[in-house]
């Protein structure tokens, strides 16, 4: 009697036999979450098809009832599943979800990324051998799908969704905005002007750093955010407070006090 077709992962009608241990799993990750051990995908040698249960090579087609395997079939990474326009990359050395004309590899992110990022996206070299800044998962390997960032860095794009619904505008990595946000910073320049800070404090300004430009510049101080004087972000942080308000003595590094603790003249 024929079992279903495949697993939560994918739509297959062969079991593959592990070449580890020798048991026989829908895919990897059925038999990577049951074992203590994880199997190779590419020295996989046998399947066992799930009409006639005959144990064979690993091929696409049955050999003894002529049932298909999958309607995708890769003999390198032993891959079976329903059509997705998947094609092997080399470089990759994986199978990835195609069209393959709609998809390039870029040598130094070492990564397939779409067409429309050829030529408009920041390299990072072996950006994909790491894992995801988020979840701490892998991303080359994953059926996930990556997002870049503009600063460069990957992510899983269901990660970078979270972000975006938890308020969370920066990359991980490196603190640098992970979409456009000239907008926002436009809006934030509005709520400034209608909210003037009290007068002993407009003349206030802080040494800050840019994360979107990296640039050094001083910034009057406002509770809603300090501008980069370079690029006019306000993705900053401090890097020296206003000494012409507070005294060193009485600077908080977690908040800057309005006020000067220890009352002496400036």
């Not at 079991?15 to 199997?39: F, I, S, T, W």
């Not at 998809?103 to 990072?124: D, I, R």
């Not at 995801?132 to 992510?155: F, K, N, Q, W, Y």
Request: proline letters at 4%.
């Amino acid at each position: 009697m024929a079992s279903s077709p495949g697993c939560e992962h994918y739509v297959r009608f062969c079991l593959l036999k592990a070449p580890c241990c020798g048991k026989l799993y829908v895919c990897r990750l059925c038999h990577d979450a049951e074992e203590n051990h994880q199997m190779d995908r590419f020295k996989v040698k046998e399947v066992q098809c799930s009409e006639c249960l005959t144990i064979q090579k690993a091929q696409q087609t049955c050999e003894k009832c002529s049932k298909q395997f999958g309607e995708y079939y890769c003999d390198i990474c032993h891959l079976f599943d329903t059509d997705k326009k998947q094609y092997h990359c080399l470089p990759c050395g994986i199978c990835r979800i195609g069209p393959r004309d709609e998809y390039f590899h870029c040598n130094k992110c070492n990564l397939c990324l779409a067409q429309t990022l050829e030529g408009k996206h920041k390299c990072v070299e072996n950006v994909s051998r790491q894992n995801c800044p988020v979840c701490m998962e892998d991303i080359h390997t994953s059926r996930i799908g990556a997002h870049v960032l503009p600063c460069g860095h990957l992510l899983h794009k269901t990660c970078f969704d979270d972000m975006l619904r938890n308020c969370a505008y920066r990359c991980p990595l490196c603190m640098h905005s992970a979409l456009e946000m000239q907008n926002h910073w436009e809006e934030i320049d509005q709520e400034i002007a209608q909210s003037p800070m009290p007068t002993e404090y407009r003349n206030a300004t802080v040494r800050i750093m840019c994360n979107d430009c990296q640039a050094h510049s001083t910034a009057s101080f406002h509770v809603l955010g300090m501008k980069c004087g370079n690029c006019g972000s306000y993705n900053t942080k401090y890097t020296q407070s206003f000494f012409n308000v507070l005294h060193t003595c009485c600077f908080d590094t977690a908040f800057p006090k309005l006020n000067c603790l220890c009352q002496r003249e400036s």
